[in-house]
């Protein structure tokens, strides 16, 4: 599948995949500085760069790097990011610093990754009763440990 991809800024990067059987495309810095600071318990906004577009009937979600997240404690501040076909915006990271020191992210560096995945788009509809199940209404650890 072809996605394109525009270059807002000339010094975004392109996204990648790691390895040929990756789900996810890296998502690259783009900074205006060579570095940018995350103090503790801090959401900050950082851009691409790039704006994509995405087919109808796909969506694009933006994940934590694993590295990133363990190593640093830096993941996505609204844990997945959900870009939806018709939006041609700059694609923005609401990156969060779970932990208790300053995280420094360099120009260019790789801060989350994306994966194009299609959806159903649901036709909800009011009902007096549902189908029963096994579970039934059972909730948060209903099912087990």
């Known amino acids: ?3 394109r991809i525009k270059k807002l800024k000339e010094n ?6 790691g390895t040929e059987f990756s789900a996810g495309a890296d998502l690259y810095a783009c900074l205006e500085e060579d570095e940018l600071t995350i103090f503790p318990h801090r959401t900050v906004f950082i851009g691409t760069g790039l704006a994509i ?6 969506a694009g979600f ?3 790097r694993s590295g990133l997240a363990s190593k640093k404690g830096l993941a996505p501040a609204n844990k997945v990011g959900v870009i939806d076909s018709d939006y ?10 779970h932990s208790e020191t300053p995280q420094i992210i360099k120009n260019h560096e790789r801060i989350a990754q994306l994966v194009i995945a299609p959806y159903v788009h649901a036709d909800f509809q009011i009902s007096d009763s549902l189908s029963d ?9 209903s099912t087990g440990a």
């Open 133 to 141: 199940s096994e579970r039934g209404a059972g909730g948060f650890g």
């Open 12 to 17: 975004a990067v392109v996204p990648t995949y």
């Open 53 to 58: 577009e995405i087919p109808a009937g796909y």
């Open 88 to 97: 041609r915006g700059e694609l923005i990271i609401a990156l969060h610093n």
């Open 1 to 3: 599948m072809q996605i």
């Open 62 to 64: 933006t994940h934590a």
